[in-house]
């Protein structure tokens, strides 16, 4: 894949989005709502924000349809909450365009075309950025051979002990 052009166009684009503080609402500031609910350390929240950012410019300057690591999918999920900031500020005056989360539908077919685009994400993230940092953007492998049934739990309710894996002898 051949470097892409940083256009005028396009190096204005990335400073809007770059500068956006993604903060919407003040009395819930975004970073530390981020941290607090994926159990992150502030400067680990800070970096997956940028590359939060990173994939929105890429979604914006390419035609083919990608698909976010799993914490910058959680930092979308989050951000689409802070609804004012999102559909009034953000997508219109930032992005100039509109933004839509297109979750999966769970099935087989599914899983793979995501893997797929995936695999092209991190294709034309290098395209623009260069390697990707391999902790917030795993390999594709890494991405998806996860347990299938994951669901979201208040840690403060409940304890997570992990199941213990036991080789089947048989």
């Keep these: 894949m051949t470097s892409p052009p940083w256009t005028p166009e396009t190096r ?6 770059s500068n956006h503080p993604l903060q919407g609402d003040q009395r819930l500031d ?3 709502r981020l941290c607090r609910e994926q159990r992150w350390t502030t400067a680990y929240g800070s970096q997956v924000i940028e590359e939060y950012k990173r994939f929105v410019f890429l979604s914006c300057v390419t035609s083919s ?14 951000h689409l909450t802070y609804t004012e900031d999102y ?3 953000f997508c219109p005056q930032v992005l100039e ?3 839509h989360h297109r979750p999966t539908t769970g099935s087989a077919a599914d899983g793979q ?10 294709q034309i993230y290098f395209a623009w950025f260069g390697p990707p940092d391999r902790v917030i953007w795993p390999s594709s492998k890494q991405r998806f051979d996860r347990p299938a049934r994951m669901q979201r739990i208040n ?3 409940f304890w997570i002990v992990r199941k213990p894996w036991i080789r089947n002898s048989i």
């Design 12 to 17: 204005l684009l990335w400073q809007r989005i």
């Design 30 to 32: 975004f970073l530390k």
């Design 65 to 78: 349809s990608l698909t976010p690591s799993i914490d910058i999918d959680e930092t979308w999920h989050l």
């Design 87 to 89: 559909w009034l500020t």
């Design 97 to 99: 365009r509109p933004l």
């Design 113 to 122: 075309k995501f893997r797929e685009q995936y695999a092209q994400t991190l």
């Design 155 to 157: 840690r403060d309710q």
